[in-house]
């Protein structure tokens, strides 16, 4: 149940607090003129299960709009305390929701003080709250969403689910044995390409890091010419002028020592360095001796390096990539070696999940044959205490057009679609054929107090689904949604007198200007409140005498008190 909303920054309102705890069940209604915020207060509660908010939605000079609700969650409300659990939202006895909209567009949704998606929050408010919008009168019309009526009326949903994940087990396996027998007829073009990509990768010898190896001997190579002058001509001088004046410091330096000892060590250093310099010479003319001038050499080395990069443009970037290449070549060669025994695999598994699948689709329709005949005979029932004695309400249940899996889809074996008549005589007819806006009215509503007394969801909200109601209808109408707020907590914003008559709480919604902003305010009303507006829903905003005293009749009529 919703026990409180609060709601601030929405649109035309500023602040509204509406704290319901004392009204565990009843109705409550939403009154006023056309234009007055009604829709502002039912989008604010949509908010909360998730739809979609913008950033026009924050009232003007204001920041952020928030939205905040509490729901009483019942101790024996076992799917939506599951849902709690697995999600690790339970709080106690409460749910308690919130979303943000920020100027700059951003939305934010808590469910318990946690951040929770849009699509989350509609699963779990799912379970709080249900409403009634002339957008499911729209689906009511439309064949496609009757098969997911007939669910939720027969507690069918959970095994439509266990069919649907049957069935993708099915699909997949059977794409996978789709895509297995085209490779099979491609089967020898595939190995004779993998065998080509292969062998040219295995004949060419490829090994790590070899292209790397071989640019750097290419480049020695090519730079021979150079190194032979450049090195050569250093080893010469070393060898000859340097060594030769070398030897003739040296001999003056060690006679000189003769003379002084303190040149003793400096002759000693200049010794080291000859030596050194002789090393120095070798080593020179060993490296001019190894350098390589092989012409032949230098022509290989470019044509293996084309090749490798002839190797690279077609497997890989780098040669680990192309040695890559060449073990998946292989493992695909041995899986084309083993297609067959894939197939056979496979064809195993899409049988025997298509069997499975076949045997739950075959119970679900049973299950529908039962439930969609109780569907209609509680429909006729609900219609008939509409105003509709007569009516007949029919669920063509269809079978599939062909047989095996080809007929099934996601949802089972079957296409529903809601056939009606209205007056005695009459063919039923598919709804969008021949229903009116009041029985259209009339048709969701009878829906809606069958799925009531099945389902889990304690608060109901009709968004004004009394369009083209009037008379007789109008009365039953009231008399209905007031039985159905017997054992639920229904909302309804509504022009019906008759509706707003049967209200336990009843608020009349309204702009007020002050300060030059204008806003919407919702107007708790106390008994003479409530007759004086159902006085202006009936007769206008200057209603005579005659029509307050029918609205004071109504009102005691409907709501069981009599009016001071």
Sequence with gaps: MLQELRVQNLALIDTLHLDL??????????????????????????????????????????DQ????????????????????????????????????????????????DRSVTARLAAELTANLVNIASQHDQQQLLNARFHLDYLDLFGDLWDQRLQFGQLYRRWQQAAQELRQLREREQDKERQRDFLTFQLTEIRKAGVSAGEDEQLQRERDRLKASDGLLRLVGDAGRILAGTVSGRLTEIRKNLQQAATLDSDLVPLAERLAAAGYELEDLAALLDKYVDDVPTDPSRLEYISARLAELRQLQRKYGTTLEEVLAFADAAEADLARLEDLEAQIGRVERRVDEAAAVALQVAAALSAARQEAAGRLATGMEQELASLSFP???????????????????????????????????????????????????SRLLLAMKCLLARRDQVDTVIFDEVDAGIGGQAAESVADKISELAGHHQVFCITHLP???????????????????????????????????????????????????????????????????
């Design 21 to 62: 705890s004392a009204q565990p069940t009843g109705l409550i209604v939403l009154t006023g003129e056309t234009g007055a915020g009604k829709s502002i207060i039912l989008q604010a509660i949509n908010l909360l299960t998730g739809g979609r908010g913008t950033a026009s939605w924050v009232r003007g000079d204001c």
């Design 65 to 112: 709009a928030d939205i905040e609700a509490v729901f009483a969650v019942r101790a024996d409300h076992t799917e939506l305390h599951a849902l709690l659990d697995q999600h690790a939202l339970a709080d106690g006895e409460h749910c308690i929701v919130r979303r943000v909209l920020t100027r700059e567009g951003r939305s934010r949704l808590y469910l318990n």
């Design 390 to 440: 007569q009516a007949v309400f029919r669920v063509d249940l269809r079978p599939p057009a062909e047989e095996g899996m080809a007929g099934l889809q996601a949802s089972g074996a079957d296409t529903v679609e809601f056939l009606f008549s209205a007056n005695p005589g009459e063919p039923v007819k598919p709804l969008v054929r021949i229903v009116s806006g009041g029985e259209l």
């Design 498 to 564: 008759q509706i707003a008559a049967c209200a336990d709480l009843h608020f009349r919604v309204e702009k007020v200007v002050e300060a030059g902003r204008t806003r919407t305010v919702m107007v708790p009303l106390d008994q003479d409140e409530q007759v004086a507006e159902l006085a202006r829903m009936l007769g206008g905003e200057n209603p005579t005498a005659q029509t307050r005293a029918y609205a004071s009749e109504l009102f005691a009529r409907k709501s069981g008190r009599k009016t001071p």
